[in-house]
């Protein structure tokens, strides 16, 4: 039996931002399993001009949060390379991408790449082929069921990663001693 969206706790969308090719990974979370929903690509290479690039990730992506409804976006922040346009294009279609899951209200969390491969591999300077090959295991992917394009196996490397970042318990930042701790949680401490 084939899950669907209701089944899930939480619904987390992961973009792996593109002028060329962005790709997208849907996963679900059933109390603390994450489930690979849907992956894929979209492929902007056909559009001759960089706006109805712009325009076709737009209605995509708004496409697929109303498609899966997330609860939240986990997205790659473009990493800093040494051509100026190339990065100006890649912000402006990670923008655009932001754009529309914020249209529908869908909280938007950035992650740098290496932290996203940290989280996944355990190695910030991992390949894009030890990413693909992690999340098979760890999400139990049949190996013929894993797409071609990398972007889309980085889109969904993002989505794990958040779900990582997001379920780890963090530190109270508002405790500066033990002494502030008992103060604030009289009903902790015995």
Known sequence: MNPTLKDFDRVIIGI??????????????????????????????????????LNRIYTRVLGLVEQYLP????????????????????????GVAMAAALSRDVPITEYEPRKIKMAITGNGASSKEQVKEMLRRILGIPAENLPEK???TDALAAALCHYYESSRPHPDKGNKSWKDFIAKNPGRVL
Do not use: C, W
């Not at 002028?19 to 997208?24: C, K, L, R, W």
């Not at 976006?73 to 279609?93: C, D, T, Y």
């Open 71 to 94: 609860d939240e976006m986990a997205i790659e922040a473009p990493f800093f390379g040494k051509n100026v346009q190339s990065m100006l294009k890649l912000g402006r279609a990670q």
């Open 16 to 53: 792996d931002p593109g002028t060329n090719v962005m790709g997208y990974g849907i996963l679900g979370i059933t109390g603390k399993k994450p489930v690979t929903i849907a992956m894929g690509v979209i492929e902007l290479s056909k559009f001759e001009s960089h706006y109805l690039r």
């Open 150 to 152: 990398l972007d889309a």
